[in-house]
């Protein structure tokens, strides 16, 4: 929602906007980074004494302008595709957008493919993206995948295009972009529930936003609650929009001791309080079908919160797991399996077998941040000391990831982050 928050921001025409409580993680930091080359004015604000939370302000003084270095979008697919999608969109602009070795190495097409349909100049399918913007056209595009990262790519190009841009999934993605621009009166256009379209020409106006906290990033503290005995936390103005709430889910099915509380909206977002506590005896869950693109960035946590269900949890149509920052299915059990978990791969998720009394291990996260956290959480329910090496890619998406467990006083007692 930061990323959005910034896109739609700086694609304001005219006017301040404000974006309170922006996530800084490196991802983020990324995107902000290639609006600033391309003629935006963000500021960034740090909390103050007196109470003030940290906020980002963001004008736009003068035109778009074409990069002169490419533009680096670090470890952060969102940053690639969705930019992918404004700058493809905004005549006379041109920029090359480059990424890590692990972005490098991930599918662009997704998103290169229909913009080209509209009529983009974009060069390559994989990073780096080489961008001459133009004119586009809209067009309907059926997505052969339920990715929130294509349709918010399209619906962004489709703003500038001419005429409508329509966008279909087999199954709903996060809808995130969606709320926003409805939000702040874009003309969106709604068929059913898989279908959605933007009516290009519409100047977006300035926007205030407090941005929720990260549900992803929550699921990490949700279930070492869960796992770690005499447990109880409660996390404050989390994101709770239905299409990113697989993970709640998945606890109620295994029958965890939560609950959401103060209830409310912001920009169109559903906002609560979480509260959850520690909970035995939980049950074995599968996560398949329509459920896996409300929870993807989740299963390698909700892997290991298997490993201590009764019975055994199924992962399935989840091949998107194996192009993302690294292959998650095959190293997710890798690390499952070496602090003594049963594990059963397959070419589109895995089987964990529970419950087991996991052993602590060292464990490669291999620069993916959702394997430092999870595995991090992991070793919180082991017996002995886990290490999890090249966890510093936790800064991606969660920078006070560990600072939050240890003033929760999780690293102790033997039991080590």
């Given at each position: 929602?930061?990323?959005?928050?910034?896109?739609?921001?700086a694609m304001?025409?005219?006017?301040?906007?404000?974006?309170?409580q922006?996530?800084?993680?490196?991802?983020c930091?990324?995107?902000?980074?290639c609006?600033?080359?391309?003629?935006a004015?963000?500021?960034?604000?740090?909390?103050?004494?007196?109470?003030?939370k940290?906020?980002?302000i963001?004008?736009?003084?003068?035109?778009?302008?074409?990069a002169?270095?490419p533009?680096?979008c670090?470890?952060?697919?969102?940053?690639m595709?969705l930019?992918?999608g404004?700058y493809?969109?905004?005549?006379?602009?041109?920029v090359t957008?480059v990424g890590?070795?692990?972005?490098?190495r991930?599918?662009?097409?997704?998103?290169?493919?229909?913009?080209?349909?509209?009529g983009?100049?974009?060069?390559?399918d994989?990073a780096?993206?080489?961008?001459?913007?133009?004119?586009?056209?809209?067009?309907?595009?059926?997505?052969?995948v339920?990715?929130?990262?294509?349709?918010?790519?399209?619906?962004?190009?489709?703003l500038?295009?001419?005429?409508?841009?329509?966008v279909?999934e087999?199954?709903?993605?996060?809808?995130?972009?969606?709320?926003m621009?409805?939000?702040?009166?874009?003309p969106?256009?709604?068929?059913?529930?898989?279908?959605v379209?933007?009516?290009?020409g519409?100047?977006?106006?300035?926007?205030?936003?407090?941005?929720?906290?990260?549900?992803?990033?929550?699921a990490?503290?949700?279930?070492t609650?869960?796992?770690?005995?005499?447990?109880?936390?409660?996390?404050?103005?989390v994101?709770?929009?239905?299409?990113?709430?697989?993970?709640l889910d998945?606890?109620?099915?295994?029958?965890?001791?939560?609950?959401?509380?103060?209830?409310?909206?912001?920009?169109g977002?559903?906002?609560?309080d979480?509260?959850v506590?520690?909970?035995g005896?939980?049950?074995a869950?599968?996560?398949?079908?329509?459920?896996?693109?409300?929870?993807?960035?989740?299963?390698?946590?909700l892997?290991?919160l298997?490993?201590?269900c009764?019975?055994?949890s199924?992962?399935?149509d989840?091949?998107?797991l194996?192009v993302?920052?690294?292959?998650?299915i095959?190293?997710?059990?890798?690390?499952?399996?070496?602090m003594g978990?049963?594990?059963?791969?397959?070419?589109?998720?895995?089987?964990?077998?529970?419950?087991?009394?996991?052993?602590?291990a060292?464990?490669?996260?291999?620069?993916?941040?959702?394997?430092?956290?999870?595995f991090s959480?992991?070793?919180?329910?082991?017996?002995?000391?886990t290490?999890v090496?090249?966890?510093?890619?936790?800064?991606?998406s969660?920078p006070?990831?560990?600072?939050d467990?240890?003033?929760l006083?999780?690293?102790?007692?033997?039991?080590?982050?």
């Amino acid at each position: 929602m930061t990323h959005r928050a910034l896109l739609l921001a700086a694609m304001s025409a005219q006017g301040v906007s404000r974006v309170g409580q922006p996530l800084t993680g490196e991802d983020c930091l990324a995107t902000i980074e290639c609006l600033i080359e391309t003629g935006a004015d963000i500021e960034l604000f740090e909390a103050d004494e007196f109470g003030s939370k940290p906020f980002a302000i963001v004008t736009r003084e003068k035109a778009w302008t074409s990069a002169d270095t490419p533009l680096d979008c670090g470890n952060s697919g969102t940053s690639m595709r969705l930019l992918a999608g404004v700058y493809a969109s905004k005549p006379g602009v041109d920029v090359t957008l480059v990424g890590d070795a692990s972005l490098t190495r991930r599918p662009m097409k997704r998103v290169t493919e229909p913009l080209r349909q509209m009529g983009a100049s974009i060069e390559g399918d994989t990073a780096p993206l080489v961008i001459s913007g133009r004119k586009l056209t809209g067009i309907r595009y059926m997505s052969p995948v339920a990715s929130a990262q294509v349709k918010s790519c399209l619906l962004l190009a489709g703003l500038n295009a001419d005429g409508e841009t329509w966008v279909s999934e087999p199954h709903k993605s996060r809808d995130h972009t969606e709320r926003m621009l409805e939000a702040l009166g874009a003309p969106l256009l709604i068929d059913g529930e898989l279908c959605v379209g933007v009516q290009g020409g519409y100047e977006l106006p300035p926007l205030d936003f407090d941005v929720p906290a990260d549900i992803s990033s929550a699921a990490f503290l949700l279930v070492t609650a869960l796992l770690v005995p005499e447990s109880e936390i409660t996390l404050e103005e989390v994101g709770v929009n239905p299409t990113r709430t697989g993970v709640l889910d998945v606890l109620r099915a295994a029958g965890a001791d939560f609950s959401l509380e103060s209830e409310r909206e912001s920009l169109g977002e559903p906002v609560a309080d979480i509260s959850v506590r520690h909970t035995g005896g939980l049950a074995a869950f599968e996560v398949s079908g329509a459920l896996v693109p409300r929870l993807i960035d989740e299963i390698p946590i909700l892997a290991v919160l298997a490993t201590q269900c009764e019975g055994t949890s199924r992962f399935r149509d989840a091949g998107e797991l194996r192009v993302k920052e690294s292959d998650r299915i095959e190293s997710v059990a890798a690390g499952l399996r070496a602090m003594g978990a049963e594990v059963t791969t397959y070419e589109d998720g895995l089987d964990v077998t529970g419950p087991v009394a996991l052993r602590g291990a060292t464990i490669d996260a291999e620069g993916d941040h959702r394997l430092a956290m999870a595995f991090s959480v992991a070793g919180l329910a082991a017996s002995g000391e886990t290490q999890v090496l090249n966890a510093h890619s936790a800064l991606t998406s969660y920078p006070a990831f560990e600072s939050d467990l240890r003033a929760l006083g999780a690293v102790s007692g033997g039991r080590q982050t």
